[in-house]
């Protein structure tokens, strides 16, 4: 049987997620893709923390384990942060690989440099994870959507501030307290600030700004609003109006200018994010044909991750 070789930068929660999934949707990949998957390689920090791992898939800490091995088709981008994953990438596709990531921070700032240089290699660059976890967003937009033009996009790109919402709105527990929770059952990291700030979601907003409108608004000019400021209070207020507070994230084109917004809003019964709970996310795409559509699902997580990353892999 013909087999696809694959690297993995990265062993934390996703990287854990990509392999856990190769190893038990063999059959469906061979299905799809008429190749046997295989891991040749593990691209880590420190070694060390990872020696329980399965003895035929070596883990290395030098990039040119990668770059250097012919056999390897497809590498899996799986860590946080601009550095090192950009120059790893630039150099996986130097080096003829097609790259899928879910590094949403790098691909906002360098998206755009990755894909012009995948052109010019001939290589693929799957990006799906990198926004709205487990929701094709990329793909239904890059595939579905080539007539329709999107003017405006209204987003909940981040599942922990929308869980700490829904908890403290359902509990009535304090923002701290709700944090503390989220970071309890791993919804939070231990430093949230990304996303109870909206860097997260900005970045992913980022993302389908580039994608949709071939172009970004200027950073400084996004208006970004966290959600540590909300208090018990506002959450009854925005109850006592029969309403709720989400964290939503808006690009939008008009007369050829771009805005972007990441900010907590109430929202009434009537809008299609009203009954978005939890870690769910959903994105809302205003079109110019079919209208307003909308998609909800899991925003966050090793599987969801996972999920969109394979579906990467079979489109390559």
């Known amino acids: 049987m013909e087999t696809l070789r694959v690297a993995l930068i990265g062993f934390g929660t996703v990287g854990k997620?990509?392999?856990?999934?190769i190893q038990t949707h063999q059959d469906?990949?061979?299905?799809?893709?008429?190749?046997?998957?295989?891991?040749?390689?593990?691209?880590?920090?420190n070694k060390h923390r990872h020696v329980h791992l399965h003895k035929d898939v070596p883990i290395e800490t030098n990039i040119e384990t990668i770059t250097d091995n012919d056999k390897i088709d497809v590498v899996f981008e799986a860590i946080v942060g601009i550095?090192?994953?950009?120059?790893?990438?630039?150099?996986?596709?130097?080096a003829g690989k097609h790259i899928i990531t879910a590094n949403k921070e790098m691909f906002a700032h360098f998206g755009g440099d990755l894909?012009?240089?995948?052109?010019?290699?001939?290589?693929?660059?799957?990006?799906?994870?990198?926004?709205a976890g487990g929701i094709p967003i990329i793909q239904t937009i890059k595939q579905l959507l080539s007539v329709n033009r999107i003017h405006r996009v209204e987003a909940i790109l981040n599942g922990t501030t929308n869980?700490?919402?829904?908890?403290?709105?359902?509990?009535?527990?304090l923002f701290s307290e709700a944090l503390r929770y989220a970071q309890t059952l791993g919804y939070a990291e231990a430093d949230p600030t990304n996303?109870?700030?909206?860097?997260?979601?900005?970045?992913?907003?980022?993302?389908?700004?580039?994608?949709?409108?071939?172009?970004?608004?200027?950073?400084?000019?996004?208006?970004?609003l966290g959600i540590q400021d909300i208090t018990e209070h506002d959450i009854k207020k925005a109850s006592c109006e029969g309403k709720r507070i989400r964290h939503i994230a808006t690009v939008a084109i008009e007369s050829g200018h771009i805005t972007a917004s990441v900010k907590?809003?109430?929202?009434?019964?009537?809008h299609p994010f009203f009954?978005?709970?939890?870690?769910?996310?959903?994105?809302?795409?205003?079109?110019?044909?079919?209208?307003?559509?909308?998609?909800?699902?899991?925003?966050?997580?090793?599987?969801?991750?996972?999920?969109?990353?394979?579906?990467?892999?079979?489109?390559?």
């Not at 550095?83 to 130097?94: N, V």
């Not at 109870?196 to 950073?219: C, H, R, T, V």
């Not at 907590?264 to 009537?270: G, M, N, T």
Request: hydrophobic share 45%; net charge negative.
């Open 275 to 316: 009954s978005v709970e939890g870690v769910d996310n959903a994105v809302r795409l205003e079109t110019n044909l079919v209208g307003s559509l909308t998609f909800i699902g899991p925003g966050a997580g090793a599987l969801p991750t996972a999920s969109a990353m394979m579906e990467d892999l079979c489109m390559i």
């Open 115 to 131: 894909l012009t240089l995948a052109k010019h290699f001939g290589v693929q660059v799957g990006y799906e994870a990198t926004v």
């Open 264 to 270: 907590p809003i109430f929202i009434s019964e009537a």
């Open 83 to 94: 550095e090192p994953a950009f120059t790893y990438l630039k150099q996986c596709i130097e």
């Open 17 to 21: 997620g990509i392999y856990r999934t």
């Open 163 to 173: 869980y700490i919402l829904t908890t403290m709105r359902k509990e009535g527990k």
């Open 28 to 45: 469906k990949l061979n299905q799809i893709l008429g190749k046997r998957v295989e891991i040749s390689v593990i691209l880590v920090k």
């Open 195 to 224: 996303d109870i700030e909206g860097f997260d979601a900005l970045y992913k907003l980022m993302i389908l700004s580039q994608l949709i409108f071939n172009d970004q608004p200027d950073w400084k000019d996004v208006v970004r």
